[in-house]
């Protein structure tokens, strides 16, 4: 009984479906929908998308030095007391040598236990402390790289840890300018092509889409486990070039 009963709900359902199409078409015409229920394909759907890059070949203008001090002791005040001393040391030796405060910024700052295991008793055991100071000077004078570095080094003596430099440039909207209008002007290289091979005609942009890729900075990395001496001579630092690019994405539309 109950099977038939779920038929027949079946057969109603598809005879008022199909008496409501046929109402549509008598209304709209055969295979149209009505008025309310129409739809439009996205016009950015149609036409030819190409993406172009652009790249500026840039020489830096700022260096940025991540470095810092490590000091250790039985205890946590020993630990600490020797770290301050060294990085106040340091901090003087960056703004003596031109570095402004603004550009220097705390990066990381720690205190943790020293641990070691015991073989015979089978624990781990507390041998010291150790401090740690990490700061993130930028030093827009970038001939003076070398001369900050082995200035830090020596202010800070055996607790110094210079961790990386990278290279950077303070204002590169004018080369981003650069470097979009060369991505433009690729994108619609490659569009014409397009539209010269498929045999139709090349409109107007309908849309378009910019990207800049992320661009990590160079780094020289020196273990944090080895003490950065001070040198006889200038550290020699080469902020040699970099590239700045963009890519954008452009839908042309096809004239017909």
Do not use: H
Not at 56 to 73: E, F, K, N, Y
């Amino acid at each position: 009984m109950k099977k038939k009963w779920l038929v027949g709900a079946g057969l109603v359902l598809v005879l008022a479906t199909v008496g409501l199409s046929g109402c549509y078409a008598g209304k709209t015409g055969l295979g149209e929908l009505p008025s309310e229920l129409r739809f439009s394909l996205n016009s950015q759907q149609e036409g030819i998308w190409v993406s172009g890059t652009g790249e500026v070949t840039v020489t830096p203008d700022i260096a940025t030095l991540r470095l810092g001090i490590a000091a250790q002791s039985a205890s946590v005040a020993e630990a600490q007391s020797q770290a301050a001393e060294a990085m106040d040391r340091v901090m003087t030796s960056l703004t003596d040598n031109g570095v402004a405060k603004k550009d220097i910024q705390t990066l990381r700052f720690s205190i943790r236990q020293v641990t070691r295991w015991d073989n015979v008793k089978q624990e781990e055991f507390v041998i010291g402390y150790r401090v740690t100071n990490t700061v993130v000077a930028k030093i827009r004078e970038i001939d003076k790289t070398g001369s900050v570095i082995d200035a830090v080094a020596a202010a800070g003596g055996d607790l110094t840890r210079i961790e990386s430099i990278g290279f950077s440039v303070d204002d590169p909207s004018a080369y981003y300018e650069e470097a979009r209008q060369k991505a433009i002007a690729d994108a619609k290289a490659k569009a014409e092509q397009l539209a010269e091979m498929a045999g139709v005609e090349l409109g107007k942009p309908t849309y378009i889409s910019e990207s800049t890729p992320f661009q990590p900075p160079i780094y020289d990395i020196y273990r944090e486990a080895v003490p950065a001496p001070a040198p006889a001579i200038e550290t020699p630092i080469s902020p040699g070039e970099m590239e700045i690019s963009l890519t954008v994405q452009v839908a042309y539309s096809i004239r017909y």
